[in-house]
Nanobody, 114 residues
Framework: QVQLVESGGGLVQPGGSLRLSCATS????????MGWYRQVPGKQRERVAT???????NYADSVKGRFTVSRDNAKNTVYLQMNSLKPEDTAVYYC????????WGQGTQVTVSS
């Protein structure tokens, strides 16, 4: 069973930064495109960042220029650096493959509030 374990969330003031991590036990991790997703209660989960096996990246317009996704294939880990955080970034953040192939992890809560 593939495990996805997200960490690094917390409470931060607007304009602040957080770095999320996602460790996976998925075999051949380096061959998968990975994504960061977020979900607010009552809304659909949305993908905000994608990183291909090649390292190329893609972002949702809402986070472009503020979030940076990266990966360390040796550690089977993907990261999300979030800067200039806004209250509307408040959500539970998850990682998964792109397209989604694994069961969802527990996610990590990010709350942006003064």
């Amino acid at each position: 069973q593939v495990q996805l374990v997200e960490s690094g969330g917390g409470l931060v003031q607007p304009g602040g930064s957080l770095r999320l991590s996602c460790a996976t036990s998925r075999s051949r991790f380096s061959m998968n495109a990975m994504g960061w997703y977020r979900q607010v209660p009552g809304k659909q989960r949305e993908r905000v960042a994608t990183i291909a096996p090649s390292g190329s990246t893609n972002y949702a317009d809402s986070v472009k220029g503020r979030f940076t996704v990266s990966r360390d294939n040796a550690k089977n880990t993907v990261y999300l650096q979030m800067n200039s955080l806004k209250p509307e970034d408040t959500a539970v953040y998850y990682c998964n493959t792109v397209p989604v192939l694994a069961s969802w992890g527990q996610g990590t809560q990010v709350t942006v509030s003064s």
